[in-house]
């Protein structure tokens, strides 16, 4: 089976990638092909499941997004970082 060997915690944030990308093809009208999910929606997924673990995200200070050279809410990393 596809669960074989995984936690459900693990499939829980498989299928909400899944459902996450799906939303965004049917609303963006993307053209035919392949894409890799967006850092925006991968970041969404780990923030849902950050209580699930006992923790509590910080969120940038206006100081510390200038410093990084980013928005306070993210995406954190480049389009190019793979994880």
Not at 20 to 28: C, G, Y
């Amino acid at each position: 089976g596809c669960a074989t060997g995984h936690s459900s915690f693990v499939m829980s944030m498989s299928f909400t990638n899944q459902v996450l990308a799906q939303i965004e093809l049917f609303t963006k009208k993307h053209d035919v092909g392949v894409y890799v999910l967006p850092k925006r929606l991968d970041e969404k997924v780990a923030r849902l499941h950050l209580k699930k673990l006992g923790i509590k995200l910080e969120k940038l200070s206006a100081d510390q997004a200038d410093y990084l050279g980013i928005k306070r809410g993210g995406p954190y990393k480049p389009d190019h970082y793979r994880y």
